[in-house]
């Protein structure tokens, strides 16, 4: 079933002799396929076939665009227990989470349809003409947002449905008209090309052309450098390392033209947990805690890296508790190779840094299989060492002890950018740490009050960035409806006949969607 | 009056005995005032302020910092012709051209603070919870627009009040929250001391918190680079040369925290002359364009620079017409000697590449006094020598002739980005060449219709930007009230308690702001 070919527009192509397989991350064994990294010749036709399209694409009505979203979510569905048991297999997540983000992933292509559907997310804005304004007239000027162009898309390892061929870069991007070109995960290359083969089937049936999407085979530096740097590529979509991203930050601001490069790269989610919520309910926060450290084996952009506490009675209550439940909570197989041996690697580097103490070794040997690892350092150490700051990737946690409310403010206002942080109050004690509530909301794209970072809501109001090093720009979102702005500019007409406008621009308001007029919003 | 020191927030100060003077770019004498160049310990100094006023101005009320973009206003007003006359002196420019920028400057300010009174650019989103829903309960989710920081603005000589020391730049990333440090223009450092009290004063007077403003004297490389690269800046507006601008651009890049810079570089502003019209029309489209290409002395970010059209009568008799006009209209002096140095240098250059042939001489020998230069070239020419695609910045024009309109829409698709691009034709050409019109949509961020790209309105709806390399990024805009949307980034909050949340997101929308409440856009 799985022909190892690049999916480029309607065509399956993979005429390389250095095939690369897929391996299962649980057992070593290699899993059916054998796969053809893209050539120089099938790249340039991908991006060809791509910029082609996108003269099409980017024209074609709200429903047509999101019937073909739509389609690509029934597609997925229709592949049933294969696509199941490929992305089990690639990537040793077990089958309630694979059925659980097949869902949020066909759900997330029915809101960006439903947004495009509905019309208003173009931001109409229109200025009426006043031709006797003195001392000059003034024109008719109507300004809405429209696609970019081709998006190439580099896919998570931690969300192979999600955040990958048809996740949430790749929806967004299609939404807002653009082609897309998928670098296929190298961990989960079958994967990929069954959701690959599901969005082609889709693009056939709704009448999208050739080319509006393809995904291409290749190790990720090589292939990352030659479509980030191919002048007919106008956006990239990143999820992944901070090193990875920012490789590809730098090579698209040499590019002769810049393009916009939006990189999710990972944050240590810091927990704030104030004394007065630790003492009353540090039983609570700890279970909570072990589930939110180790849920995916730790392998979430939302895992919580850093728990900041006062030293009292409750947080030694609640430390306690949360390595008794992490010792109870079995090991787990990571995604690939790569990250479980840097995962044994980073944990145990932090082992040696001045002032860190063991509070639940994970005993990680074996590899792929990994335990999770609660360490913690004074705040004192931790304000003077940046190397405690970086994320681990996996179930690590550091406890930073700080000796009043003062080293929390420290440790806050030290923090580089992050996607999230969370802050464990009863309410009075919110309001007495305003500075503190503060602080955190400066380094963060969202914060969280009594709950945890996991679980990102796909929705109109989720932010899901943050400030450098979280993202590449903090001005943008990579989850929820608002993620289509990355790929999208606005551009203003002035004076242009009714007749030649786009519709969401027209004077009768045929779309019926939200606009402003003369600066007012509403739908006339 | 002139005491040509850096206004450091509330302070003056000129610590450095390397002064410069201000020059008359009319008759090349020393102008009043003796300036300072920002010596490190005054950089740091303002961008120490900046960094500490943000923490206060960045929660102030929109009514607050209202007041405080209203009262610049009064100031500015308030400095009555001592402002006119250094404006004049400085830049060359006339008198009812200062007075009408500076009501540009001010009405400017207006509208950005009836956009914080008003309240709703904020973009407030709210889900709302779902505490009993399957599998997972919905959190209450409140996302808004937040400023990003001290934000640089590096100001641009040709438009010495409006887009300068209180201009778009600096009254949008005020408007947003930001504190702002200007470097000062080394062609209006008299005009920009003016203007910088003016603001210094509101700001005392709205009690603003000292450092939200500042402005630096010094060299621009030099300068530049210092502002771009400190740790304490967190965004960067330029107006200017391509050269300058890009490289900001790449000063931001490799900072150990990227920041955005938004640089407007620059455009030839590409006019497309359909047979139909110019034929019905030549007459009245040479008067309009030798208006718009002489406005100012050329030196407009939208001066037409291309002229585009297609061998006809019509077309030799707009040429014989425009080359009268031109030669009608009077030599103009240019903002400084570099500008008119590399306007003569530049437009000389031009007339030794292949094809080109001169149709109206400048013959501009003295420096800084200006003729306007037309000429004109075959669309084969244009189309392999990039050189001619270049923008010379003063009265330059150069005439494609095309052989037919096939040509047209090779040029229109073989340009680079621009801020505006203009089509001059009868409806019926218009809809016979859609593929023209789409080509050229997609090169620019405004398409006039029978009108001329001079003249930028301030309204919602305008988008001042365009694709690389017009501006640095293509998703934003330097004119309008979406300007201010370079310097914010959204912030969500999760299950905050309501009393903890924005005013903005509060539970009874005690601001009465335009929202999204789960998808629906309303003021409930």
Redesign the interface.
Known sequence: MIEGKNVIGFEKLGDSDDAVVAVSPADGSTLAGSFSPATSIEIDLALRKASQAY?NYK?LSGSKRAAFLEAIGEEIMSLGDELVHRAMAESALPEGRIVGERGRTVNQLKLFASLIREG?WVEA???QAIPDREP?P??D???ML?P?GPVVVFTASNFPLAFSTAGGDTASALAAGNPVIVKAHESHLGTNELVAGAIARAAEKTGMPDGVFSTLIGSGYELGQKLVTHPGVKAVAFTGSLRGGKAL??LA?KRE????VFAEMGSINPVFLFPEKTARDAENMAATYAGSITLGVGQFCTNPGLLVGIKSEGLTQFEGSLIEKLRATPAGCMLNKGIADTFLKSSTDMLSEAGVSVLKEGNNTTANSINSVLVKVSAEEFLKNPKLHQEVFGPYCLIVECDHRDDMLAVANKL??QLTATILAV?GE??DN?EC??AI?EK????????APT?V?V?????H?G???AT????F?SVG??AI?RF??????????D??LPEALKRGNPLGI?R?V??E?GKA
Request: net charge negative; charged share 25%; aromatic share 8%.
């Open positions: 003269l024209f208003s804005s229109i200025d000059l003034k024109s000027i109507r300004k429209v970019i930050y730098d601001a033209e810049p393009i916009p580089e950018g309410e919110l309001s305003r509530l503060d909301t963060v794209g969202r914060v969280i009050y009594n709950g679980g809501e929705c109109h109001s989720m932010h960035g400030p450098f090093p590449t720009d903090g001005r979102t409806t608002a702005k999208v500019r606005p551009v203003a007409f002035q004076d242009l006949p007749s030649l939200w402003t003369d600066g919003q």
